[in-house]
């Protein structure tokens, strides 16, 4: 299918957009080295408001393997944020909460991603109120198209 300049440019500058929002998380997560870097913010924001959050409810949580919630959980709990326990009818199973240090972090990491958001939202909010509409018209449709691709390709999102 052939492409206009306006359709490359489109595609560079999103590119160009999830390049800099992950520089700018990973500075966040510079900022806050007590948490492992795959998964560990995830797995930490989710823990809270998780019911009974074991490997397999945090991984349907967040859409990590099981495994990597393995994984990440250990490092988690090396780092002293999380801790594991046990109900006293399942001994089989380890649930996690966030340590006193943990819940210290995860404020940390709050107060960072509100800032963060207060600044786009500053930016945002200078724009025309037409600008916005389209803007959000073509996201919506850029992303419904993006999830029909993950479909096509048998994986689902977490919308």
Known sequence: MPTSPQDEALIAALRQYGNVRRRISRDIHEQIPAIPAFGGRELLQRIPGTERPNVTALSDA???????????????????????????????????????????????????????QAEEMAYLGGLPEGEKKIILRFLGGFVRHLEDMERRNGKEGDA
Do not use: F, H, W
Not at 87 to 115: F, H, I, M, S, W
């Open 62 to 116: 967040t859409g990590i393997t099981r495994g990597g919630v393995s994984k990440a959980m250990a490092r988690l709990r090396q780092a002293g944020l999380v801790e594991g326990y046990q109900l006293p009818e399942n001994r089989k199973e380890v649930y996690y909460c966030l340590t006193p240090q943990g819940e210290e972090t995860l404020l940390r990491l709050k107060e960072a991603l509100d800032a963060l």
